[in-house]
């Protein structure tokens, strides 16, 4: 069991949006930086948002980050068909002295 | 171009031992705290250990400590990670990752393309 908690599964009709959650606690999310990571089956995580909100040269602004407590979404505009793959939260852990990811949710476009 | 590749993963029998190495180019390796990243197959990502810039500070998950040793040649662009005492719940896919500003609590802007290891009899 992840400790950060992500909805399994999420999907959209091509140009929606759609938002995906990751809950956590004081000792991760709540007291330091959330980033999030999208894999496509077969090849290595990319990074898609880091610090909460920011967004790597590269990475369109159609994805967007924020943060409020101890949770924290990543939201996807204008959904393409190629957006369609697995997205992790991740942030590190006072308590654990470690990161932690969230347990992933596979993003389908209908 | 930045660039971390895996090497050495393979099949591996329960109990014994291994060592994955990563080596890094297009940055400066000395000035970055590296992380390695697993994920069995079909599951996700699972943080594994850190070692600091310079090898003076690591720290491991729970899941590996006693058993993984992360170390790193800077002179050699490498980071090293020898797992011994090996148990079926390893397998999975290791991946090294950079943090984007070499400090240990940012977020993993470089990855390898990852190196499978496999515990089983």
């Known amino acids: 069991q992840s400790v950060l908690t992500q909805p399994p599964s999420a999907s959209g009709a091509p140009g929606q949006r759609v938002t995906i959650s990751c809950s956590g606690s004081?000792?991760?999310?709540?007291?330091?930086?959330v980033s999030w990571y999208q894999e496509v089956p077969g090849t290595a995580p990319t990074l898609l948002i880091y610090?909460?909100?920011q967004r790597p040269s590269g990475v369109p602004d159609r994805f967007s980050g924020s943060k409020s407590g101890t949770s924290a979404s990543l939201a996807i505009s204008g959904l393409r068909s190629e957006d369609e793959a697995d997205f992790y939260c991740?942030?590190?852990?006072?308590?654990?002295?470690?990161?932690?990811f969230g347990g992933g949710t596979k993003l389908t476009v209908l | 171009q930045l660039q971390l590749v895996e090497s050495g993963g393979g099949v591996v029998q329960p109990g014994r031992s291994l060592r994955l190495s990563c080596a890094a180019s297009?940055?400066?390796?000395?000035?970055?705290?590296i992380h390695w990243v697993r994920q069995p197959p079909g599951k996700g990502l699972e943080w594994v250990t850190i070692?600091?810039?310079?090898?003076?500070?690591?720290h491991y998950a729970d899941s590996v400590k006693g058993r993984f040793t992360i170390s790193r040649d800077n002179s050699k662009n490498t980071l090293y990670l020898q797992m011994s005492s090996l148990r079926p719940e390893d397998t999975a896919m290791y991946y090294c990752?950079?943090?984007?500003?070499?400090?240990?609590?940012?977020?993993?802007?470089?990855w390898g393309q990852g190196t499978m290891v496999t515990v089983s009899s």
């Open positions: 990752a950079r943090p984007t500003s070499g400090w240990y609590k940012d977020a993993f802007d470089i």
């Open positions: 297009g940055f400066t390796f000395s000035s970055y705290a």
């Open positions: 070692i600091s810039y310079d090898g003076t500070y690591k």
């Open positions: 004081s000792s991760n999310i709540g007291g330091n930086f």
């Open positions: 610090r909460n909100n």
């Open positions: 991740a942030a590190w852990d006072d308590s654990l002295s470690g990161w932690v």
